[in-house]
Structure formats: C-alpha cells, structure tokens
C-alpha cells in the first residue's frame, strides 16, 4: 500500500451552528420582556420619595433616560434622511417615467386603506357600543387646551424658515421657557422645492446632486448603528411605559381600550392581509419584513421617529425601489396614520357620543368617514391623534369635552395605533410598486437579512 494511500481524508468540519440569540428579532423579542420585568421590579421598588407627583426610584428614572435618549436618536436622523433622500429621490425622476402615475397611485391606496379601517373602527364601535363606556364618570374629563383645525394642515405646508423649525414660548412663575420642534412636513416641503429646482436646473446642480445622494449614504450608516441598539431602547421603553402608565387606567375604560385593540387586530390581521392577497403578495413574507419597524412603532410610539427604519424596511426588505420609497415614506410617516387617523377617532366619536347621550345619524357617520378618508393630514405637524379627535367632534357636532375622557388611557392605547401606522406606512408602497411592476420579488420572497433590516 502507498504511503498515500495510508493517509485519510480529512473530516470536514461541521456546520457551525448559528447562535439563535443573534436574531434581531430575537433580541427585539427578549427587550421586550427584559423590559417588562424590569418595569415590574420598578413599580414593585416604588417611589423614592413619595409626593405628588413621586419622584421615581433609581431603576425607573434610569428606564426614563435610556428609553428618552433611544427615541432621541431615532429623531436625531430624521430630518437628515428626509431632506438627503427627497432631493436624491426627486433628482432620479429623470430616469422614471411614471413618476405621476405613482403618485396618483399612492395617494389612492392611502384613500383605500384608510377608508377600510374607519370602517372597521365604526362596525367595531357599533357593536361594541352597549358596553363602551361602563364605568366612566365625568370625573375622567380634561382640559385639552386645543382642538383640530381644518387650516392645520395649509398652516403647516408653508415654512416659517428654512430649518422648518418652530419656537414656542410660554409664561410660569419661574419666568419664560422656550422650546424649539421640527415641522417635518415643512421640511418635506423645503426638500421637494429644492429637488425640483435642481431637477430643472439640470447639469449645473449635479455636484449639489452628488453631494445630497453621498449625504445619504453617510446617514444611512449611522442609521445602521442606532438600529442596532434597538433591543436595549425597546427593553428601556417598555419598562418606562409600565412604571408610569400602569394598568390601573383601564379600569373604567377597559371596554374602551379592548374594543381599540380589536379593531387595530382586524385591519392588521384581516384588511392587510386581503390587500396583499389582491396584489398577488405573501402576507407571510410580508409581515416578517415589517415585524421590525412595528415593534419599534409600538415601544417607541412615534411613526416620525422610526421612520428612517420604515424607509431601510421598504428599500432593503420589501424590495420598493429608494426614487419611489424615499419619497413616500416620509409623506406617509406625515399623512398615512390608519391607527391614529381613521379606526380611533371612529371609535372613539362613537364612545363620546354614546357618553353624552346622542344618537349617531347616517349623514355623521357619513361624516366620521369622510373626516378619516381626508382629515389626516390636518393633524401633520401639530399633535396627532388626539387633534384629529378634536376635529372629527366638531364636525359631527359633539362636545370636544369627551376627548378629555379618554387621555387617561392615551399612553396605551397610542402604542397599538402606532404600530398600525408604521404598518400601513409600509404596505401602500409595497403594494403601489408591485402593481407598477417595480418591486424587487427576490428581495420581497427571501429572509430578510438581519432579521429585518437590509443596510
């Protein structure tokens, strides 16, 4: 025998096992629960010093300032990424020659879906109006100090500066506080003008061009690293909403509460899906690609706040193409709030209605929808749903006094209509490319790369 021949292949090397806690939507799942056992410790610890209000213990002040610091981060990239991918995305049109079909095309799917889900919101109220306001007493009733407005929205669309930012200052005993915000539809505006005109000033605007699209791969990047911190901001979230919200708000307004979950599960687990369904699209492949961005929407309950991630999510998961994503998504992240704009002021006009003692007519129900289909984007810019409460009340006539019945539950109930948001902010673009023969299936059908987000 050779001496060859006496030597043994060698064994090849097994698989190496990946570790399952490397998910990103493992890591989402265990920051929830890390966070909601520590918010139970926190709560079970108690006051350091009691008062009114208390001031809270070590563990809870620190949940405050990590969740605070995380959604502060996610806020931080948002007017960067508006403004760099509007002008990169505007700049492509030259190379789409469907750009006005698509936005015709979005516009109608918004008006589609929000439609369905006011229904959804009416039926459910509807049906569950018998038992929705057990337990309430006038008691619960609040100041609101503002109330929607129709001119919110044209206010909104005409920048004050060039930042789109806003400054309010107020009066105490302590002297003068200012504090500063970003109108991001005014920011949007801004982006769009400055698009065009570079659009139209044609070879000599391609360096402004150049530098906007190479501004967005640099923001894109630090994108990257605040999403990986993601699990701990979650974690830090929802311990914080445990220490300050609690469960005991639910008591009189369970019903309430119960009926707004229901509602949001029907749009999310049955008007979405048949959507999807219509559009020739996986429901499956669909809601692991968004899974995501909808925690995030839930803990963080902010759609302006993850909407950078809603961007990543439509590009780099659902396969929407960035000239038509980049647009879309911030105008939906402004206007497209199928939890906050369409299924909770339908139920909730029902609840104050039913509070008060007046019979809904056709022509208001009539009217909550039309409020829903076309009044969302009077809240853009101001205070979201609780303003677009405001707005549909004084349309159908009812006192704006009951809205102040519901804040006690606000914190709550805002985090469902949140998530559902993000979610239609990420369904109508996945829906409109893919009936313009523009998405990407590959990137649609394939496991999503970490666990949800491509970069």
């Known amino acids: 025998m050779s ?7 060698p064994e090849s090397a097994p698989e190496k096992k990946k570790n399952p806690l490397s998910k990103f939507s493992v890591q989402i799942v265990l920051g929830l629960i890390v966070g909601a056992a520590l918010g139970g410790v926190a709560v079970w610890m108690g006051p350091a010093v009691p008062g009114d209000p208390p001031e809270p213990n070590w563990l809870a002040a620190t949940l405050d300032q990590i969740g605070s610091s995380y959604v502060g981060l996610l ?22 020659t469907n750009a006005a079909r698509l936005a015709l095309q979005t516009l109608l799917w918004f008006a589609i879906t929000a439609f369905a889900s006011v229904l959804v919101g009416i039926v459910v109220g509807v049906v569950s109006r018998p038992w929705l306001t057990g337990g309430v007493t006038a008691d619960a009733e609040r100041d609101l100090g503002f109330v929607g407005s129709w001119t919110a929205f044209l206010t909104g669309l005409i920048p004050d500066n060039i930042y789109g930012l806003g400054v309010q200052v107020s009066e105490s005993d302590a002297g003068f506080a200012g504090s500063a915000s970003v109108n991001v539809l005014q920011i949007l505006v801004i982006s769009i003008a400055f698009g065009i005109a570079a659009l139209k000033v044609g070879e000599k605007a391609d360096g402004f061009i150049d530098f906007a699209e190479s501004a967005l791969s640099v923001v894109q990047k630090v994108l990257w690293w605040v999403i990986r911190l993601a699990p701990i901001g979650t974690a830090a979230l929802i311990g914080n909403a445990i220490v ?16 707004l ?29 968004v899974w995501p961005v909808i925690t995030l929407g839930f803990v963080t309950r902010s759609s302006m706040g993850v909407m950078p991630v809603t961007q990543q999510v439509a590009e780099r998961n659902l396969g929407v193409p960035r000239s038509y994503s980049s647009f879309v998504v911030p105008l939906g992240a402004t206007t497209k709030m199928d939890g906050c704009a369409a299924v909770y002021p339908a139920l909730a006009a029902i609840f104050v209605a039913q509070f008060y ?8 129900y009539l009217l909550i929808i039309v409020v829903s289909v076309l009044g969302s984007a009077a809240t853009a810019g101001t205070t979201g749903a609780v303003v677009m409460l405001t707005l549909t009340l004084s349309t159908l006539g009812l006192p ?22 993000v979610t239609g902010q990420a369904l109508v673009p996945t829906v409109v490319a893919k009936r313009e023969g523009i998405l990407d299936r590959d990137t ?9 987000v491509r970069i």
């Open 400 to 421: 704006l006094a009951g809205v102040g019945l519901l804040l006690a539950v606000e914190p709550i109930v805002d985090m469902g209509r949140t998530a559902l948001n």
């Open 244 to 259: 300050s919200y609690g469960w005991a708000s639910l008591a009189s307004l369970g019903t309430f509460t119960a009926a």
């Open 3 to 9: 001496a060859t021949s006496q030597v043994e292949a």
């Open 261 to 289: 979950y229901g509602g949001l599960l029907i749009v999310w687990l049955v008007v979405y899906p048949a959507i999807l369904k219509l559009n020739g699209l996986s429901v499956g492949a669909f809601y692991r690609n």
């Open 75 to 96: 806020r931080l990239l948002v007017v960067p990424l508006v403004v760099t991918a509007v002008i990169s995305s505007i700049s492509r049109l030259r190379e789409v």
């Open 357 to 364: 003692g007046i019979d809904l007519s056709i022509t208001q």
């Open 444 to 452: 649609y059908d394939s496991a999503p790369s970490f666990e949800g």
